[in-house]
């Protein structure tokens, strides 16, 4: 493997976590707006990114590879145990 096509791989690997925690962030800033005021949007998506990214590399090596549902799943419900976890728990 080339250094472009490592690049590319991992790139690609790590994609669904930054997306989905910056979807997450997003709409969780948008939906508690008053609650959130103090934390901003980038430590929320830098929050949710680094649980979601976690999940991932757990999800490879416990199953081997990478792209199953149930990692998927695992890192919707660590984002939002995050999300909850930075921006709402002492409200």
Not at 73 to 78: F, T
């Amino acid at each position: 493997m080339q250094a472009a096509d490592a690049f590319w791989h991992i790139t690609n690997f790590f994609a669904p976590a930054l997306v989905v925690g910056g979807c997450a962030a997003v709409l969780t800033r948008f939906v508690w707006r008053r609650e959130l005021g103090s934390c901003s949007v980038w430590r929320l998506w830098a929050w949710a990114s680094a649980a979601c990214a976690g999940v991932s590399i757990c999800g490879l090596v416990v199953f081997a590879r990478d792209g199953k549902m149930a990692t998927y799943a695992a890192m919707v419900v660590a984002c939002a145990i995050t999300l909850w976890w930075v921006g709402l728990r002492g409200r």
